[in-house]
């Protein structure tokens, strides 16, 4: 059964960058190429949201990180990440990745920006705080 599980947050200061893993397993697609992962964030006092995800060679992006956050995958390592430069205060939140099979992309038609509780797989978060 797939499992993923985030790292690399912590304390950055505004304008800083931060990278944050998100590493797969227990998949059966043969390549974590073929599993879709997404991002997301849930900032104090809000609602969680979806940052990115990917599948493949499709990618796509939230409202929220478009310009400042880059999604990308390592299929060797079976890890995907989220490279964030220019980071602001309001970045602040805990940051989640989640993950699907190929039959969970299947029925989304190839849409992979959802809410967190679409994906199958979810993992606990890693905090990150943008402050000075």
């Known amino acids: 059964q797939l499992q993923v599980v985030e790292s690399g947050g912590g304390l950055v200061r505004p304008g800083g960058s931060l990278r944050l893993s998100c590493a797969a397993s227990g998949f059966t697609e043969g390549s974590i190429d073929n599993v879709v992962i997404g991002w997301f964030r849930q900032a104090p006092g809000k609602e969680r949201e979806a940052l990115s995800c990917?599948?493949?060679?499709?990618?796509d992006y939230g409202e929220s990180p478009k310009g400042r956050f880059t999604i990308s995958r390592d299929n060797a390592q079976n890890m995907v990440y989220l490279q964030m430069t220019n980071l602001r205060p309001e970045d602040t939140g805990i940051y989640y990745c989640?993950?699907?099979?190929?039959?969970?992309?299947?029925?989304?038609?190839?849409?992979?920006?959802?809410?967190?509780?679409?994906?199958?797989?979810r993992g606990q978060g890693t905090q990150v705080i943008v402050s000075s």
């Open positions: 990917i599948k493949g060679r499709n990618i």
């Open positions: 989640a993950g699907g099979d190929w039959r969970t992309y299947a029925r989304w038609y190839g849409r992979c920006l959802r809410r967190f509780d679409d994906y199958p797989s």
